[in-house]
């Protein structure tokens, strides 16, 4: 447990010192900063605005949409963080040197993959959780509208991140640090891409799209989380805001169901285990 | 028990055979020399030795433990030939690092200790990144003492020093050996290797060609006299030398010096690796 705690101290102690750190903090800020702008004037615009009456909730409809839109910079920002901390764990610090004069340390590489693991979620889940819960803030602050469901979406979006730290953790026993951050971008991509798919199967009624939407989705299971995280910020709302809503970024948004966290549990297991098997063969 | 055992050691890398049947012994206190050319084996062997490498046959084996377990690697410390620090770190803080990993309980004491002896006393706040290479490769030396294992892996540790960070380095191994701990040292420099090592191994092709103390494996190279004629030489050894200058004397030379040669290690080296 030692040799785990020293790992993941040194892992964050150069995450925190890395340049990538700093463009993470400057981006996040300028995002939360354009965010507070946009929901100040779309608030401020709505004030103007006269939907029909009974129909359609505005307020929930621009809060959700916009709170839905920080939830997709969220992930995308949090997930740049877990590539650019995890991408050359193994290959990339072994052709630096950095990782030889651990591995032969009587540690362990399970431990030192588990701990590296450990040090990339301990940066990653609170950078999550906290420009969630600022964007949660801020659309309250500016709109008066706070999500149906708060802390749920925020673990999901966290557990997403997580689940791409894990898949970059694996490809970089296998990939230089270049090729593996090309490939988990794309895998991220693809995610991206099946709740989009998922959302064209829908309007056409297409269920072979949907069904390999929801396949993409749960294949790599941050696309799902995310949709689920959607949905949760909107659980409550229903009548035509709930059909207006499906029109915008919404439309992916979709109920995952009891078995997502066993399956994203079994998911980082079965990362976890590939990885551990793959690094106790490789020869550095 | 051998610090180090290797027998009939293997490796391959797809079709390129890396080591071919290796048997190497590194005894207690022993300062062990690895030679060769490039690609003849020798960071494969000392990379198989401290679990780096998985060997495709044959067994390694640290302080009678395998190469590569737990407990193999709590007895050794290895200085990678291309190594590096986080540039964030300063010299006290690798070191610290370094300490915790391999359950060091020297603390602070250990720490000056390692640097005193590396000659990095004064570099202890030093970030990595600040340090020139030749103080990097003194603090890869010190990261490999710490705890002080009973065996050392170095490959090329003087491969960045000048001359006088090479001194401090033989001076060093000098220590260790007086402080019991064994050493394999990996190095291109012979005339480094010829002044501190017991034993020496040379390798080509993956296999060892020629093993023993560097005395052992030279051979006469004949005595060489200094007359009033000029130089002269002799077939022969040491034992010859006397006879030659008394039929010199008798022919009525004068003599002034004698030299009994004998081939030195880098001879002894081109020799084995057919070169």
Redesign the interface.
């Known amino acids: 447990m030692t040799a785990v705690l020293v790992i993941a101290g040194y892992g964050l102690r150069e995450a925190l010192r890395r340049r990538v750190f700093a463009v993470v903090v400057v981006l996040t800020t300028a995002f939360l900063v354009l965010f507070w702008l946009g929901t100040h004037y779309l608030f401020d615009h709505l004030n103007n605005v006269s939907p029909p009456s009974g129909e359609i909730d505005s307020r929930t409809l621009v809060g959700a949409t916009v709170l839905g839109l920080a939830m997709f910079a969220t992930l995308f920002l949090g997930v740049v963080l877990a590539i650019f901390l995890t991408l050359g764990v193994v290959r990339g610090d072994a052709e630096r040197g950095l990782l030889q004069p651990l591995v032969v340390r009587p540690v362990g590489r399970t431990t030192l993959l588990g701990a590296r693991f450990l040090g990339a979620v301990a940066v990653c889940v609170p950078y999550v959780a906290f420009v969630y819960a600022a964007a949660v803030a801020i659309t309250d602050v500016n709109g008066s509208w706070t999500p149906d469901r708060i802390v749920l979406p925020g673990v999901e979006l966290a557990a997403g991140v997580s689940v791409i730290a894990a898949i970059s953790l694996l490809g970089s026993i296998f990939l230089t640090p270049t090729a593996n951050g090309i490939a988990v971008f794309m895998v991220f991509g693809a995610g991206l891409i099946a709740g989009l798919l998922g959302q064209i199967g829908h309007a056409l009624n297409s269920h072979t799209l949907e069904r390999i939407a929801t396949f993409t989705a749960w294949a790599a299971p941050f696309e799902a989380l995310y949709e689920d995280a959607l949905h949760g910020i909107t659980v409550n709302t229903g009548g035509f805001t709930r059909v207006a809503l499906s029109l915008g970024p919404f439309g992916g948004a979709r109920v995952a169901g009891p078995f997502l966290g066993l399956w994203v549990a079994a998911f980082l297991l079965l990362c976890g285990t590939i990885a551990a098997l793959a690094f106790a063969r490789s020869d550095l | 028990m051998p610090a180090l055992r290797v027998r009939a050691l293997e490796k391959r890398?797809g079709r390129t055979e890396a080591l071919a049947g290796v048997d190497v012994e590194v005894g207690d206190g022993e300062l062990f020399g690895l030679l060769g050319p490039n690609g003849a084996g020798k960071s494969t062997l000392v990379?198989i030795a401290?679990?780096?490498?998985?060997p495709t046959r044959g067994d390694a084996e640290i302080c009678g433990v395998p190469a590569g377990s737990?407990?193999a690697?709590?007895s050794?410390g290895?200085l990678?030939e291309?190594?590096?620090?986080?540039g964030?770190a300063s010299a006290d803080e690798v070191l610290s690092?370094?300490q915790?990993?391999?359950?060091s309980s020297g603390g602070a004491v250990e720490r000056e200790e390692l640097l005193e002896l590396v000659g990095l006393a004064y570099a202890r706040n030093i970030r990595v990144e600040a340090m020139s290479k030749g103080m990097q490769q003194r603090l890869?030396i010190a990261?490999a003492l710490v705890g002080f294992p009973p065996l050392l892996l170095l490959d090329e540790p003087t491969s960045a020093l000048d001359p006088a960070g090479r001194r401090t380095v033989r001076k060093l191994l000098e220590e260790l050996r007086g402080r019991g701990i064994s050493v394999l040292l990996n190095s291109h420099l012979l005339s480094e290797i010829e002044l501190v090592c017991d034993r020496v191994a040379i390798l080509r092709d993956g296999r060892v060609v020629a093993a023993g103390a560097p005395d052992e494996l030279a051979r006469p190279r004949g005595v060489e006299i200094e007359t009033d004629d000029g130089l002269v030489h002799f077939d022969g050894g040491r034992e010859d030398a006397a006879r030659a200058v008394a039929e010199l004397v008798a022919a009525g030379r004068k003599v002034y010096r004698v030299d009994v040669r004998r081939s030195t290690l880098e001879e002894i080296y081109l020799e084995a690796v057919g070169e």
């Open positions: 890398y990379k401290c679990g780096l490498v998985r737990a407990g690697r709590r050794l290895y990678a291309l190594f590096r620090f986080p964030w690092l370094h915790r990993l391999s359950g890869g990261q």
